[in-house]
């Protein structure tokens, strides 16, 4: 899927409504980093290869039937050998978890990079289909004025989990 137009008004309070949650899950400790996947080479559902730089989750509650979200862009300011600004990116987007942690369903998220072209992908475990399409219409609509043209999109994966995706390749 592709980024949709999103009336900016319902952008703007959803993120004030996932920075709300987002502080009060960080306030009682329920979210967190692992490292166990970091530098390890996966594949989204396409079948492009990313590396992990960074994975978060979140210890709230667990799904019966989670679902897999991958989303993909490639920053316009962050062209291809760009080291530095990726190894800054990478580094201060962190900040972003106040963008998606506090959404309803957020289980998992690994941040990921391809290298060589400086794309990068996010991969993850939400509760429902439904919630995970929320905020993939979500994070999309946000991630194209910063991207390039047409490098913006997300796909939704049901009867999968992560670990079905996040198999070193």
Known sequence: MSAQNVVPETLARQAVRCAVHTARLLEERHLHLRRSRTGVSVSLPDGRSFMVFRESYCDTGESAAPV????????????????????????????????????????VKLWMVDAATSDYAGLYSWASAREAERYGHYITAILGPLSTRGSVGFEIVTDSTLEDFAQPV
């Open 68 to 107: 897999v979200l991958a989303v993909w862009f490639h920053l316009w300011s962050i062209p291809p050998g760009a080291v530095r600004r990726r190894w800054l990116f990478e580094h201060l987007c962190i900040l972003n978890t106040v963008l998606f942690a506090g959404f309803d369903g957020f289980l």
